[in-house]
């Protein structure tokens, strides 16, 4: 199997699964015939080879590439740099994650990481709900301050929606070569929403 990293793992056989049990070679077989797809799924493990093939005597192909500078730094006229990223308790946008309760309830909401020496220079506190801008878009969420980052830097995971999708953030840039968006290079306004018990 390919993880999500990309990484080529190869699972063993535990244990003889009993006669009822389906396995999910037997699964994509069988979408793949209900689907009337024009390729042959095998339910035979020896028969899977495709990775073994699509992979077999190739090197990877190493580009080199010249940074190019983009936006003003962090920290001047008071943006900062967010980052976006994974929490460990969701996968992806959420959609699936969020609907465990275990999960849910670990991490129900987006929170704005960010360096207490920030924080207190922005009048934030921990749990503080912020604002954080650009002139793509806005987000409202909790703030969580932590020694875990860097001062100019701000981290915000991507698996919420409505007010706290921190997508509508990110730059729609992308790599020329590679494709890739630029998804770790944003700067970003932050600011305290709530002033004497009240949001403002």
């Not at 390729?39 to 080879?49: L, P, W």
């Not at 900062?80 to 465990?100: K, M, N, P």
Request: aromatic fraction near 6%; include cysteine.
């Amino acid at each position: 199997m390919t993880s999500l990293e990309g990484r080529v793992l190869r699972r063993k056989l535990a244990v003889d699964a009993s006669n009822d049990v389906r396995s999910e070679l037997w699964i994509w077989q069988q979408l793949a015939s209900r689907l009337d797809s024009p390729s042959t799924f095998s339910a035979q493990t020896s028969e899977v080879d495709e990775l073994c093939r699509a992979s077999e005597g190739g090197l990877a192909r190493l580009v080199p590439v010249t940074a190019r500078h983009r936006g003003a730094p962090a920290q001047v006229g008071g943006t900062l740099t967010l980052i976006t990223g994974r929490l460990l308790e969701h996968y992806q946008s959420g959609t699936q994650t969020r609907r465990v309760w275990e999960l849910y309830d670990a991490q129900p909401e987006a929170r704005l990481q960010l360096h207490p020496a920030t924080a207190e220079q922005l009048g934030i506190g921990d749990e503080a709900w912020v604002e954080v801008s650009n002139d793509r878009g806005t987000v409202r969420c909790r703030a969580q301050v932590s020694t875990d980052i860097r001062f100019d830097t701000v981290f915000l995971p991507f698996h919420f929606s409505g007010d706290q999708r921190s997508n509508v953030l990110t730059n729609d840039e992308t790599d020329p070569i590679s494709g890739m968006p630029e998804f770790k290079k944003t700067t970003v306004r932050v600011r305290a929403l709530v002033k004497a018990g009240a949001l403002v």
